[in-house]
């Protein structure tokens, strides 16, 4: 019971610390409003829900066997985190409608929660504190439910937070300013993942 009690605690300051899905999530609401947010949230919760499985069926023993296939997953994953950043910094709307760099869908997020590292280091890690304790599937469920629960929870707060900065971002001008602090910031991300 201490491990599950522990791994929530570790979910909900991954889930709600500014990352790489929540800037996402914060991003979609901002220019669309909560619903348009909706996407990208499930795309989260799912890609978590999916490497909760990819880790807890192998792959974590095969970065323990292997460490420089996680020094490669990290560094792959925030170039990648790094090109989006770039990619919003110089994003121009078009007739007032802002070109995706960012992804945005349900199925564009499942993708990158298997490529941010942070998602990675966090399933890894509660899964070795769960299966100390719990190694079947029980254990699985209980994880997994933890993966639905609090990053649903965390990322409705950045989506509401969002949403709030809708009327602000109307403003083209405003909105390339929010497009660049936010791909400044995805940048800032990937380059603290590698330290």
């Given at each position: 019971m201490?491990?599950?009690?522990?791994?929530?605690?570790l979910?909900?300051?991954?889930a709600?610390?500014?990352?790489?899905?929540?800037?996402?999530?914060?991003?979609?609401?901002a220019?669309?409003?909560f619903?348009?947010?909706?996407?990208?949230?499930?795309?989260v919760?799912?890609?978590?829900?999916?490497?909760?499985?990819?880790?807890?069926?192998?792959?974590?023993?095969?970065?323990?066997?292997?460490p420089?296939?996680?020094?490669?997953l990290?560094?792959?994953?925030?170039?990648?985190?790094?090109?989006?950043g770039?990619?919003?910094?110089r994003?121009?709307?078009?007739?007032?409608?802002?070109?995706?760099?960012?992804?945005?869908?349900?199925t564009?997020?499942?993708?990158?929660?298997?490529?941010n590292?942070?998602?990675?280091?966090?399933?890894?890690?509660?899964?070795a504190?769960?299966?100390a304790?719990a190694?079947d599937?029980?254990?699985?469920?209980?994880?997994?439910?933890?993966?639905v629960?609090?990053?649903?929870?965390?990322?409705?707060?950045?989506?509401?937070?969002?949403?709030?900065?809708?009327?602000f971002?109307?403003?083209?001008?405003?909105?390339?300013?929010?497009d660049?602090?936010?791909?400044?910031v995805l940048?800032?991300?990937a380059?603290?993942?590698?330290l």
């Amino acid at each position: 019971m201490d491990a599950f009690i522990g791994v929530t605690g570790l979910v909900i300051a991954a889930a709600i610390t500014p990352g790489p899905n929540n800037f996402i999530v914060l991003e979609r609401a901002a220019h669309g409003g909560f619903r348009a947010a909706g996407g990208p949230m499930a795309g989260v919760i799912a890609g978590s829900v999916l490497l909760l499985l990819i880790v807890w069926t192998g792959a974590g023993a095969l970065f323990d066997a292997e460490p420089r296939l996680r020094a490669a997953l990290t560094l792959a994953g925030c170039l990648y985190l790094a090109w989006l950043g770039l990619g919003l910094m110089r994003r121009r709307p078009a007739n007032g409608a802002p070109r995706p760099a960012l992804p945005s869908t349900a199925t564009g997020l499942v993708v990158f929660q298997l490529l941010n590292p942070k998602s990675w280091i966090m399933v890894t890690t509660a899964t070795a504190a769960v299966s100390a304790q719990a190694a079947d599937l029980a254990g699985l469920a209980a994880l997994a439910a933890i993966f639905v629960v609090v990053p649903a929870s965390c990322l409705s707060i950045w989506a509401l937070v969002g949403t709030a900065l809708t009327r602000f971002m109307q403003d083209a001008q405003r909105g390339r300013w929010f497009d660049r602090a936010m791909g400044g910031v995805l940048i800032a991300s990937a380059a603290l993942l590698l330290l």
